[in-house]
T-cell receptor, first 116, second 114 residues
Framework: AQKVTQAQTEISVVEKEDVTLDCVYETRDTTYYLFWYKQPPSGELVFLIRRNSFDEQNEISGRYSWNFQKSTSSFNFTITASQVVDSAVYFCALSEAGNAGNMLTFGGGTRLMVKP | DAMVIQNPRYQVTQFGKPVTLSCSQTLNHNVMYWYQQKSSQAPKLLFHYYDKDFNNEADTPDNFQSRRPNTSFCFLDIRSPGLGDAAMYLC?????????????FGDGTRLSIL
């Protein structure tokens, strides 16, 4: 069965610091997809990125970057020069390929607090 | 903008009094989901619709029901809310035209039970 672990339940940083959120996953499938979602205090989950298991290239989007390493089953998320608006709960999720309904297995989430 | 809309944003009901939460979407997605999220926890899937096919998670209480009268709308009915049902309820949609598309979430309805 699939599983996603986010070992860091809470992280606190000061604005402009870099911060990395860890995500480790387990799956028996060779084809799968990994996601990150952001949940600000207002409550909605905002989709950030989708990565498939055959694409290990790192991705950068502005201050956000993602490091996917199949060898360690990790999909870590780094925020560079953090800002107060980055304060949120971040969820990593896994979807096994072709599952009926695009089902997600969520990690427990990491609460990031960025202090001014 | 195309989106997933949940109403109301906040809902207060009395213990045991039926309540309905609504979700609509303009994305024309064929899959719709309902999640329950309690404080400091990940969202927990209650059920989902693939088109009109209803799929219930094994551990979803019978107290929770859902209706999807058409592609755009989906409702969550809680027949006899208990104090333990106080939570954020999230609706999401995705397209199954291609594999493993991301789910798109509404803003959620925060349910309180008096």
């Amino acid at each position: 069965a699939q599983k996603v672990t986010q070992a860091q339940t809470e992280i606190s940083v000061v604005e402009k610091e870099d911060v990395t959120l860890d995500c480790v996953y387990e799956t028996r499938d060779t084809t799968y997809y990994l996601f990150w979602y952001k949940q600000p205090p207002s409550g909605e989950l905002v989709f950030l990125i989708r990565r498939n298991s055959f694409d290990e290239q790192n991705e950068i989007s502005g201050r956000y970057s993602w490091n996917f390493q199949k060898s360690t089953s990790s999909f870590n998320f780094t925020i560079t020069a953090s800002q107060v608006v980055d304060s949120a709960v971040y969820f990593c999720a896994l979807s096994e390929a072709g599952n009926a309904g695009n089902m997600l297995t969520f990690g427990g989430g990491t609460r990031l607090m960025v202090k001014p | 903008d195309a989106m997933v809309i949940q109403n109301p944003r906040y809902q207060v009901t009395q213990f045991g009094k039926p309540v309905t939460l609504s979700c609509s979407q303009t994305l024309n997605h064929n899959v719709m989901y309902w999640y329950q999220q309690k404080s400091s926890q990940a969202p927990k899937l209650l059920f989902h619709y693939y088109d009109k096919d209803f799929n219930n998670e094994a551990d979803t209480p019978d107290n929770f029901q859902s209706r999807r009268p058409n592609t755009s709308f989906c409702f969550l009915d809680i027949r006899s809310p208990g104090l333990g049902d106080a939570a954020m309820y999230l609706c999401a949609t995705s397209s199954y035209q291609a594999f493993n598309q991301p789910q798109h979430f509404g803003d959620g309805t925060r349910l309180s039970i008096l």
